[in-house]
């Protein structure tokens, strides 16, 4: 988990009060959808995560917490690079990271730059934004490519 909190038990308190804030509360099913989320980092398909939860939560109920979660901020809904829907912990919860998105197989994995890198990357999107009057206030970034599974 590239960033906030060293156990799932830290976590899963920050997303209480997340929800808290946004008056709904941490439920059984929530709270193994935000498990499943943080045991794997990177963002997930709902097909990923009922194979990761099995039958604890029918597909139903899944899509509801997703939109809960969403909806307080806890989690992220990834726009969709091959028309498949994703799902992550939110950045104020993992850590700030961008995406290496492969354009054959449509894995997307995480990847932190760190201090001096994202420092660059910063001064670059304040130059390109003030090309158009925009003050840039952080950046969301995805590298596209061939990841180390599928053929180059
Ligand atoms: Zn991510
Ligand atoms: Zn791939």
Redesign the pocket.
């Known amino acids: 988990m590239g960033g906030g909190y060293a156990t799932t038990e830290e976590l899963v308190d920050a997303v209480a009060r997340r929800l808290a804030a946004a008056g709904r509360r941490l439920t059984e099913h929530r709270r193994r959808v935000v498990g499943a989320l943080a045991e794997t980092p990177?963002?997930r398909t709902v097909a990923e995560l009922t194979d990761a939860l099995g039958d604890a939560i029918p597909l139903s109920s899944l899509y509801r917490a997703l939109a809960v979660l969403v909806e307080a901020g806890v989690v992220e809904r990834l726009h969709e690079h091959d028309g498949v829907a994703r799902y992550?912990l939110s950045e104020v919860l993992v850590g700030h990271?961008h995406?290496l998105v492969c354009r054959r197989c449509g894995r997307v994995v995480?990847v932190a730059a760190g201090g001096d890198l994202d420092a660059a990357i910063d001064r670059l999107a304040r130059r390109l934004g003030r090309r158009r009057g925009f003050r840039v206030r952080g950046h969301h970034i995805d590298f596209v490519g061939e990841c180390e599974r599928c053929p180059r």
């Open positions: 990177g963002p992550e990271h995406h995480d």
